[in-house]
């Protein structure tokens, strides 16, 4: 007969490790995201009994104009903020990877804002643009600022995104530090030797080898923004009008507070597709950029 084999001691500390985790990963994620997706064939409130409903949740997301107008606020946030973080923290990566004084301390000042919490730096940011603001505009006879822009149907997304873009700058720049450090400085003074202007240094030496860099910043800003939550709710709470409602506020809202729990299920299931199918457009798009290059 043949003998089992025991565990060896890296085998059994790997597993204590592991184990857990996936236990807790499964309990506190998996488990939910079935539940979640059973729930969004249901009509299911949140509490009592329910009944199963089929696709019919599916069929009423694409006729609910507040799903659309949600969605329509979601994406035009994601695309303006993704857009602007890179772009600010591009240059300010290339600003603390020059040769500069205090560069070290530069770097954890821009990181402060990831350490906060997004309810407690939406609620200063609403101080902010609700008394502080206002105030400097009707001292300065600046009719536009006189105003809060929360308050504004047409600007508050504006206030938003400036909270979220300002948030979000530091963990990028981060990102893009490290990798602005792979790129040889070798391949620098080669160009600086063929005489080629700064400009045509970042565009045709750096940007090419930071591209997976630029690949990763992309896929979560763009994912991070999608999701916006804590900014909405500690900043307009949907308003004025429902005008600043993104998909994760809704799904919270109305699935929890408006006993919607299986039709929101089922936006939330169809909003997991949309981040992940975006994600994968994203991640290919750069990798056949890399092969190209």
């Given at each position: ?128 643009f609700t008394y502080i603001l206002p105030a400097l505009g009707q001292m300065w006879h600046i009719s536009w600022i ?81 999701m916006v939550f804590d900014q909405i709710l500690s900043l307009t709470n949907g308003g004025p009008a429902q005008s ?46 890399e092969e190209q290059l």
């Amino acid at each position: 007969m043949n003998k089992k084999k025991k565990m060896t001691g890296r085998q059994k500390t790997f597993a204590a490790i592991m184990i857990p985790a996936l236990l807790l990963f499964f309990c506190f994620n998996t488990y939910p995201m079935i539940r979640g997706f059973i729930y969004g064939f249901t009509n299911y409130r949140g509490y009592g009994d329910f009944d199963w409903v089929g696709l019919r949740n599916y069929a009423d997301l694409f006729t609910d104009p507040r799903i659309w107008n949600s969605y329509f606020f979601t994406f035009k946030y994601a695309i303006c903020g993704t857009i602007l973080v890179n772009v600010l923290s591009l240059l300010m990566a290339l600003a603390l990877n020059a040769k500069i004084k205090a560069k070290s301390f530069l770097r954890g000042v821009y990181f402060v804002p990831n350490i906060l919490g997004g309810l407690v730096i939406g609620y200063i940011f609403s101080f902010f643009f609700t008394y502080i603001l206002p105030a400097l505009g009707q001292m300065w006879h600046i009719s536009w600022i006189e105003n809060s822009i929360l308050s504004s149907k047409e600007f508050a997304w504006i206030g938003i995104l400036i909270v979220g873009v300002w948030q979000a700058v530091a963990m990028t720049t981060i990102i893009y530090i490290s990798g602005l450090q792979t790129v040889p400085d070798d391949v620098y003074e080669a160009s600086k030797i063929d005489g080629a202007g700064k400009w045509k240094e970042f565009w045709d030496i750096t940007f090419p080898l930071i591209i997976p860099f630029v690949g990763t910043n992309l896929v979560l800003t763009t994912k991070n923004f999608l999701m916006v939550f804590d900014q909405i709710l500690s900043l307009t709470n949907g308003g004025p009008a429902q005008s600043t409602e993104s998909i994760s506020f809704l799904i919270y809202q109305n699935g929890l507070d408006g006993g919607q729990f299986g039709f929101q299920s089922a936006n939330a299931v169809i909003f997991f597709i949309v981040i992940v199918l975006l994600s994968v457009f994203q991640l290919t798009m750069t990798s056949k950029k890399e092969e190209q290059l």
